[in-house]
């Protein structure tokens, strides 16, 4: 099970700013529903062919960054790392259709049984699992996983948060005041129980609870100097009770993994090892269609360009969680408090200002044009994508371009054009300017994108500079938006959302990833309903979720632009693939076939 909360955009032609720019102009003051994407992919291949036995399967990693060899899959921090660990390992539980830890599945590496009565998880080894080196996993395994979580003497641990201290006793344990955890329970060599101060439905998406385990010798040798913690075999030689084992790692470049002799379903391993390679997003359409890999995910708008008519392999895609955004800055984040504090003199301070920069843009043409239809526009706060089944509601209202609606709610703020130079002025009459952080991610539109955001929003009267004159550097930016400093007004931002959909963590009084520095007593009762304890009704947590979802909308504290589709490579000796079959769990990566002893080159 991967959790994921992450932050995560050379000029092109002056034609495509100008027309992205200047299209559309809506007359009609009615928001516009639904959206898809231009181009829809396939979700399932068949190449046909003859399985042959033996063969290593092998995976490109697209990213600029090396790994870092945090082969961890509680503890690891870098996506890199994360892309091996999620094809070794794969999960202690399976999921179901809306993300939601299965109970009672016997068949799975730890059966989770949730009694909510007595507010206690019962976790229950298979009686065949075993780690790599041929030993049982058992109970002690798990309990040392949460101990080792809690952990006060790990103070560089960024996995730990106030989510897991709903666990009896965790708090006092992190805090140092208790030697053990009172709610991790030890009933036998196969049996842990957890006790909880409270059951709410976000414990079956993970919140308060760990998805992997870890070996407790291998724990217990990497907790006696956690100065050197990065360096021990719990990370760079983990043992593991997935179908896959790290046999070979060469620093920063690539992994072999080999199928694991003890699997308890070893029978079904089809793929007997797999070869790992970091390739750089510049690289990869060439890596491609030579055939050096057979699997790649996480593809650019680039890498599709580069090989949408390869012959030698099919491009899969469907909906993600990844949500890219026009944010505002009004307020500051007063850590002594931990808590958002709003500015009620911000420049977008007045949420009608925040909403005509969503209708002075043309969000579908930036999808269509800068994403080359790879991307489409979100519905209401842009939280749940298609991919998030059970909330995504495809009639909810996006921003689409009416700049006569824009100017209209722009004067109803009193933003004015006093002074006849095309620009409005605050309030009082001075000259506003917005300053815009945006990041240069080394994509080829990034320059374009900013263009036709100024341009756009200049149309109706806003004066928007870029922060510094330029284009951002991504650390930079991610410094100076977390800092709130004063020179940022708006700022664009992605998120990738993790298996839990509740966007507490993101947009809460307290979370410090709430960049808009924005909240309402509204919001916040919101956001309070959808986690609480009588939630486990879908229908209630459906309704929850929907007015919370059109509140964040009519605040406009962020402004979503864009919806991506997660893409990946198949080549055409992979026999078959099927994404929607891969999420269930009814084909998994060992079980995969090849029909030639090497991936086809274009």
Not at 50 to 78: R, Y
Not at 182 to 189: F, H, M, Q, R
Not at 211 to 236: I, Y
Not at 373 to 391: D, H, Q
């Amino acid at each position: 099970m991967e959790k994921k909360k992450m932050l995560k955009v050379v000029s092109s032609a002056m034609a495509l700013t100008m027309l992205l720019a200047g299209c559309s102009s809506a007359s009609n003051n009615k928001a516009s529903k639904g959206t898809k994407a231009a181009v829809e992919f396939k979700t399932a291949v068949d190449n046909g062919g003859n399985a042959l036995s033996g063969q290593q399967l092998k995976i490109g990693i697209n990213s600029s960054d090396p790994l870092t060899g945090m082969f961890n899959p509680v503890f690891a921090l870098e996506a890199t790392d994360n892309d091996v660990m999620k094809y070794t390992m794969n999960g202690a539980f399976p999921l179901d259709d809306a993300n939601r830890l299965k109970q009672d599945d016997k068949e799975a590496p730890v059966m989770f049984h949730v009694d909510r009565e007595k507010k206690e998880v019962t976790l229950t080894v298979h009686k065949d699992l075993k780690w790599s080196n041929g030993e049982d996993v058992k109970a002690d395994d798990i309990v040392a996983t949460y101990e080792l979580m809690g952990n006060p003497k790990y103070t560089e641990n960024v996995r730990y948060s106030d989510e897991y201290e709903v666990i009896e006793g965790m708090k006092d344990y992190h805090d140092g005041k208790a030697k053990n955890i009172s709610g991790v329970v030890k009933k036998d060599d196969k049996t842990v129980v957890l006790k909880y101060t409270e059951i709410k439905p976000a414990l079956l998406w993970g919140n308060g609870f760990i998805g992997e385990f870890l070996n407790k010798a291998q724990v217990e040798a990497a907790s006696k100097d956690f100065t050197k913690f990065a360096e021990a075999d719990l990370n760079k030689k983990p043992l593991s009770y997935g179908p896959y084992y790290l046999d070979k790692v060469v620093n920063g470049e690539s992994v072999l993994a080999k199928a694991n002799p003890h699997f308890y379903k070893k029978a079904d391993v089809k793929i007997p090892e797999i070869q790992f390679k970091v390739v750089s997003p510049a690289q990869a359409s060439a890596v491609l269609k030579n055939g050096d890999v057979d699997l790649m995910d996480r593809l650019t708008t680039g890498i599709w360009d580069g090989t949408k008519d390869a012959k030698n392999g099919s491009i899969l895609g469907e909906s993600d969680s990844y949500i890219s955004y026009v944010g505002f800055k009004l307020g500051k984040f007063n850590k002594e408090k931990g808590e958002a504090e709003v500015n009620p003199n911000a420049k977008a301070a007045d949420k009608r200002v925040r909403q005509a920069f969503g209708y002075a843009v043309d969000w579908d043409q930036i999808n269509e044009k800068v994403y080359k239809g790879l991307r489409f526009t979100p519905t209401g706060s842009g939280f749940y994508p298609p991919s998030v089944k059970m909330f995504y509601n495809a009639e909810g209202e996006k921003y689409t371009k009416n700049v006569e609606k824009a100017k209209k709610l722009l004067d109803e703020a009193g933003l004015k054009d006093t002074d006849g130079d095309g620009l409005r002025e605050d309030k009082n009459g001075k000259k506003l300017t917005f300053n815009f952080a945006i990041r240069n991610t080394g994509q080829d539109f990034d320059q374009t994108l900013a263009d036709t955001f100024v341009k756009s929003w200049k149309e109706v009267g806003l004066d928007v500079k870029l922060v510094d004159g330029k284009l951002m550097a991504p650390k930079d930016w991610s410094q100076r938006v977390q800092a709130d400093d004063p020179a940022i007004d708006i700022f664009q931002g992605a998120w990738g959302l993790g298996s839990d959909p509740n966007p507490g963590g993101l947009v809460s009084k307290t979370t410090p990833l709430n960049y808009q520095r924005y909240t309402t007593e509204e919001l916040e009762k919101s956001l309070t309903a959808m986690g609480s304890s009588d939630m486990f009704d879908d229908v209630k947590l459906k309704e929850a979720y929907q007015k919370f979802d059109k509140q964040f909308r009519e605040e406009a504290a962020w402004l979503p632009f864009s919806w991506q589709q997660s893409m990946i490579w198949v080549n055409k000796r992979v026999k078959t693939l099927d994404l929607a079959k891969l999420k269930t769990g009814e084909q998994t990566i060992y079980k995969l076939e090849l029909t030639a002893d090497a991936p086809a080159k274009n």
